[in-house]
């Protein structure tokens, strides 16, 4: 599975899906979250499925990350089968939405630790308080600008050892 740039959008090795990349770089959340509420609840695949509405390839599928996350609804009915409280229906659709923003992001920057960090950010953002969350931001930004401020720093120097040695050669 290998991923090509293609000027400044990625594009995918034919026959290759996000959800292919997705599972190669264990970024899927929503699958053992769904299979973890379920066994929790006691129930099989096959009753799980047969009482949600679905196939029971379906719903495997879904726990095995095959298929993309289903629509909320179908998530809150898996809650109600389940048995789950709130806690359940906040696991589950905050495993899809990390997953369907996931997504995106591979399109966007393909696998590579920009995913990763956004992945952690986002599982992270359920668990941390808004002060956590905002010293998290302005950790990131701070880190941003000290690094852009080290890029123009070494230009600078390049540029100077280059004028340097534009005199010396003279």
């Known amino acids: ?35 973890a509420a379920r066994q929790a609840a006691g129930l099989s695949q096959k009753t799980a499925a047969m009482s949600i509405g679905v196939d029971q390839s379906y719903l495997c599928a879904l726990e095995k990350g095959r298929r993309p996350v289903p629509v909320d609804e179908l998530i809150l009915r898996a809650v109600e089968i389940f048995n789950g409280g709130p806690e359940t229906a906040e696991a589950l659709m905050r495993a899809a939405t990390h997953d369907r923003v996931m997504a995106v992001v591979l399109d966007l920057v393909g696998a590579r630790p920009a995913a990763n960090v956004i992945s952690a950010a986002l599982m992270a953002a359920g668990d941390l308080s808004e002060d956590e969350l905002e010293g ?19 230009s600078k120097r390049n540029v100077a050892m280059a004028n340097e040695e534009d005199l010396i050669m003279r």
Do not use: C
């Open 136 to 154: 998290l931001a302005e950790y990131l930004a701070a880190t941003h600008t000290a690094k852009k401020r080290l890029l123009t720093l070494a």
């Open 1 to 35: 599975m290998t991923l090509t740039r293609a000027t400044q959008r990625w594009t995918w090795t034919p026959g290759v899906t996000i959800l292919d990349v997705m599972r190669s770089i264990k970024s899927l959340k929503f699958p053992s979250t769904l299979a």
